[in-house]
């Protein structure tokens, strides 16, 4: 691939990813700084020439969303006042897009505001991964490229060589993601009876549809605040027989105390990738990451090279699997 016209920088939080993307394309992050001033005002200056240029910008709305996501802002501005060619936003997780729908009276839907706030400062596309649902790439008028984690966790977990693996949905609104798991690893489906009765991120799991005796259940879900879904499923999963628990995320979004939850819980190892910087799951050893980078550094090649990104969403090449936890 040639490097001649393509620039990569990286945001305040997504330093590690880019430079393991940058790692898999042979390039390098561009220069940069982002820092907060006492006031809380966010800082951000290009520290080379990008006239000309095609920006790729390495930032996930994470832990620190409502920081993350104006740094956003300001970067996207600050490249076009300094006439790039091009903008585009590589945001491994956003993290507003479980604001997704108006489902109760007087709410916002607040992943359709960060949608037109990032176009109006100038990104002409944006790259993401496992979106909270697939309409919110409708709430973008510029392309989105959504890429998927499940090629790259299905093969950590083939890898794995697991006895009777079972997939279980935590609830029957992920079932039909949690159905393209199954079928990947040629495994059986279990679903989860959820239901929340508040915004406390606490939920309670009513019933389980589908035999987990004896078997590796495997929970698969996008994300995870409060761990509270997951322990709570896998406790019942217990209760039905299940012999080992193992979950899967795409985004590890767990705080400090989730952390602590899920240590204590039955779950037997949880499986996430590097799409956010979270510093809480440092040192526990049920939680492992694969990295997604790879995925991304091999999307932004066929991006600027104007190729198809499609062979990506089903099955990836081995290059892009990592081969062991990080």
């Known amino acids: 691939m040639s490097m001649g016209e393509i620039k990569i920088f990286a945001g305040s939080t997504g330093k590690a990813f880019a430079d393991s993307m940058c790692r898999y394309m042979g390039a390098e992050v561009g220069r940069s700084e982002s820092f907060t001033f006492s006031d809380g005002n966010t800082f951000v200056r290009i520290g080379e020439t990008v006239r000309d240029k095609d920006v790729y910008l390495v930032q996930s709305i994470g832990l620190r969303p409502n920081d993350e996501f104006v740094e956003i802002l300001f970067w996207i501005d600050a490249f076009k006042r300094a006439s790039a060619n091009t903008v585009t936003v590589i945001m491994p997780y956003f993290g507003y897009a479980k ?65 009777d693996p079972v997939i279980v949905s935590p609830d029957a609104g992920f079932a039909k993601q949690a159905r393209k798991y199954a079928d990947y690893l040629g495994a059986p489906l279990a679903i989860g009876d959820k239901t929340r009765k508040d915004h406390s991120e606490r939920a309670e799991i ?67 990738t590097d799409s956010i910087y979270n510093p809480h799951i440092a040192g526990c050893s049920k939680i492992k990451v694969v990295s997604v980078a790879p995925l991304f550094g091999e999307a932004i090649s066929r991006i600027h090279n104007r190729e198809s990104i499609s062979p990506l969403f089903d099955k990836v090449p081995d290059k892009l699997i990592t081969g062991s936890f990080q």
């Open 206 to 272: 009513m019933e389980l549809i589908g035999d987990v005796r004896g078997k590796t259940a495997v929970m698969i879900d996008d994300f995870s605040i409060s761990g509270g879904t997951l322990v709570e499923l896998a406790k019942t999963l217990v209760e039905r027989g299940a012999a080992r628990v193992i979950a899967c995320l795409s985004h590890i979004v767990l705080s400090e105390e989730a952390v602590k939850r899920i240590e204590d819980s039955p779950i037997e190892l949880l499986i996430g």
């Open 99 to 163: 604001g997704d729908k108006k489902d109760e009276p007087r709410v916002s839907i607040r992943a359709r505001v960060c949608a037109e706030s990032i176009e109006l400062a100038g990104a002409d596309r944006v790259v993401a991964m496992d979106l909270h649902s697939h309409q919110i790439q409708g709430f973008f008028k510029k392309p989105v490229d959504h890429l998927f984690a499940l090629p790259v966790l299905c093969e950590t977990l083939l890898r794995m060589q697991l006895s």
